[in-house]
């Protein structure tokens, strides 16, 4: 059974860091693009990065570049986020996803390019 389990959410101050984690299980995670998504209160859920399986390529949204940094530990089965500076418009809940297909060259930020997806970390960035 495919599953991804986020962690590492919480309550930090602005200007802080937090590292979301997202443990993969039931398939192979070397083979699939990862991508973080967030979801703020009445938004729609949108694109933060995601890493690619071949080469580890990520992509980035362009509000986040130099803010956010996503790896992947294949031994570990898990995809990291460390998000850093963090800012009140940060706030939401952060979801990872694995891609539809294998063996991807690349990603995008796309939700409709992803099919398995978590339950979701809440972050909260206020002082």
């Known amino acids: 059974q495919v599953q991804l389990v986020e962690s590492g959410g919480g309550l930090v101050q602005p200007g802080g860091s937090l590292r979301l984690s997202c443990a993969a299980s039931?398939?192979?995670?070397?083979?699939?693009?990862i991508g973080w998504f967030r979801q703020a209160p009445g938004k729609e859920r949108e694109g933060v990065s995601c890493i690619s399986s071949s080469d580890g390529s990520t992509y980035y949204a362009d509000s986040l570049k130099g803010r956010f940094t996503i790896s992947r530990d294949n031994a570990k089965s898990t995809v990291y986020l460390q998000m850093n500076s963090l800012k009140p418009e940060d706030t939401a809940v952060y979801y990872c996803?694995?891609?539809?297909?294998?063996?991807?060259?690349?990603?995008?930020?796309?939700?409709?390019?992803?099919?398995?997806w978590g339950q979701g970390t809440q972050v909260t960035v206020s002082s």
């Open positions: 039931g398939f192979n995670l070397d083979y699939y693009a």
């Open positions: 996803a694995a891609d539809h297909f294998p063996y991807g060259n690349s990603c995008r930020l796309q939700k409709a390019d992803f099919g398995s």
